[in-house]
C-alpha cells in the first residue's frame, strides 16, 4: 500500500495504523543481516505495518 496512490482510509486495515516506510524495511534487513538473523534461516519475514495479521 503506497499512500500516494490510494485513499488514507486504507491505512485503517493495517494492525498499527500506519504505513510502513522504506526506513522499516531497512531496518528489518539491517537486523537479518547483523547479529540478530544469526540463526534466522529459511524464513519469510513480512513488513507491512501488520496488514496480514
Given at each position: 500500500?503506497?499512500?500516494?496512490?490510494?485513499?488514507?482510509?486504507?491505512?485503517?486495515?493495517?494492525?498499527?495504523?500506519?504505513?510502513?516506510?522504506?526506513?522499516?524495511?531497512?531496518?528489518?534487513?539491517a537486523?537479518?543481516?547483523g547479529?540478530?538473523?544469526?540463526?534466522?534461516?529459511?524464513?519469510?519475514?513480512?513488513?507491512?505495518?501488520?496488514?496480514?495479521?
Amino acid at each position: 500500500m503506497n499512500p500516494a496512490d490510494g485513499p488514507d482510509e486504507e491505512r485503517a486495515y493495517t494492525a498499527l495504523n500506519r504505513y510502513c516506510t522504506p526506513q522499516d524495511i531497512a531496518a528489518t534487513v539491517a537486523h537479518l543481516a547483523g547479529e540478530g538473523g544469526r540463526n534466522i534461516t529459511g524464513a519469510s519475514i513480512t513488513v507491512d505495518a501488520g496488514t496480514t495479521a
